[in-house]
């Protein structure tokens, strides 16, 4: 029962969403164990996520509090000169997780039993960027669509990727 994973005092609708997410890869769990498969990604998660950041941490997904790639500041600054009011996608900019959702995936999976270390990963590790469309293939092409480097340091530096 759901209830039953999250402490007495998490009783909030931020934790309800808390509680969903842990329900999720406790869910995840179970699939592994029966199908033996070592991912499974259920497409839930991901909403359960978003929901997640933008009612507790509302500064993580504001356009303005978002950081940005030299090259994609340039394209915003000069968007909003023209003001054509395109949206990013047709300016070549992309809003990008910092670290992979699965990445943080296989982190909240690792403290799955624990929820305020689910809330701790989520909390450090859910941060977006926006880069160019350029920037996001120079990051596929370093072998960090899906990863970050092994010495834990960021993927967008590795990339070759400057921040404003």
Known sequence: ????????HKTTFNSTILRAVQALLLADAEIRNMTGKTKFR??????ALSEYIT???PELVDPSYIPRSVAAARILQEEERNKTGQRWNKLGIRYEHKT???VLHDRMFAVRDDI???DRVLTEGFQTALITHEEDKAIN??????SVPQDG???YQAAGIEFV
């Open 42 to 47: 259920n497409p839930a998660m991901r909403y």
């Open 55 to 57: 009612i507790t941490h």
């Open 116 to 118: 305020d270390a689910i």
């Open 141 to 146: 092409a370093a072998g960090y669509r899906s």
């Open 153 to 155: 340091s960021d993927r």
């Open 100 to 102: 992979p959702l699965s």
């Open 1 to 8: 029962m759901i209830e039953s994973i999250a402490p007495p």
